[in-house]
């Protein structure tokens, strides 16, 4: 494929994520919805709330079908909450921005393995969408999300390397880990180095609540935040578990602060800050890595 072409179909690919994102989007309300609850995610099919009458598939297109309805069910006429169509947009415009981020690089369309790491950020994204919702609702991060991402990342980072290794550093930069064995049906340089992520990420968060709990003298970090950051690490590696972890702090502190001023509310869940970071870790973490050290050694 050549540059040219590849430049007309970046588009294409980018809409293409986006209406998979909605999609998914409307499938990630129901998980929000169900899953604290114990219930199927699968089935029955969608209710609602209201009148619990079956949404029709005519009345279940992502975004347009509330808008269409203004927010209001076809049966009962009640309230359909906003935050449904809102987290399908979003789950829409963060595909698109996966798509972009790493298929429509040059050289990157007609090639399987980016479309392989794309596929596996965004269900990594889903995930973390879904446990961000059940942390703003229910105060918890559940273990059914974030204790199959800390087993998942390290076995996935094997088939995509990807993940957690830069193409460039893909075989030459990683002398430490070289001890591997070679003859492995897959290589194991990236699942090992994903699974230091994890250790990272869990160790790095939990060491932080420790010293936090003690200075404040309360629980300062859940343990189901431990977990979340152990996932992220799993899928974004070592440094980009410390990246996530610094800008949800960043990010988090700013939010907090604001809604502390604006609602005197002290409690604000950290889950969908983690989220934000892990996401912008596993898509830009090496690259922000890189251009700090560049700008603090001045080289
Ligand atoms: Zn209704």
């Not at 009148?51 to 279940?60: E, Q």
């Not at 060491?207 to 189901?224: I, P, Y």
């Amino acid at each position: 494929m050549s540059a040219a072409e590849a430049a007309l179909l970046a588009p294409f690919a980018t809409a293409f994520a986006f209406l998979f994102g909605l999609n998914v989007g409307s499938f990630l309300n129901v998980v929000a919805h169900r899953l604290p609850l114990g219930l199927s995610v699968v089935r029955p099919r969608s209710r609602c709330p209201g009148c619990l009458t079956p949404i029709a598939a005519r009345d279940n297109i992502p975004v347009i079908s509330w808008a269409l309805l203004r927010g209001r069910c076809r049966g009962c006429k009640g309230r359909i909450s906003a935050r449904y169509a809102a987290v399908e947009l979003l789950c829409g415009a963060l595909a698109a921005w996966i798509a972009y981020a790493v298929v429509a690089g040059p050289g990157r369309l007609a090639d399987g393995v980016a479309w392989a790491h794309a596929g596996v950020v965004f269900v990594a994204m889903a995930a973390m969408l879904a446990a961000s919702l059940i942390d703003l609702d229910h105060r918890i991060l559940p273990d059914q999300l974030t204790i199959p991402g800390m087993w998942c990342g390290p076995a996935v980072a094997a088939f995509v390397p990807e993940l957690v290794l830069r193409r460039e550093a893909r075989g030459g930069a990683l002398e430490l880990l070289t001890w591997l064995p070679q003859s492995w049906p897959v290589p194991l340089h990236a699942a090992v180095l994903s699974a230091i992520g994890v250790a990272v990420g869990g160790g790095v968060i939990w060491g932080l609540g420790a010293v936090g709990s003690r200075v404040l003298g309360k629980e300062a970090m859940g343990f189901g935040d431990v977990k979340f950051l152990a996932a992220i690490g799993g899928f974004a590696g070592p440094m980009g578990a410390v990246v996530a972890l610094l800008l949800a702090a960043l990010l988090g502190s700013v939010v907090g602060i604001a809604r502390t001023i604006m609602t005197g509310d002290r409690y604000m869940p950290f889950g969908p800050f983690l989220a934000v970071g892990g996401l912008v870790a596993m898509l830009h973490g090496a690259d922000l890595v890189a251009s700090y050290v560049r700008t603090v050694m001045g080289g």
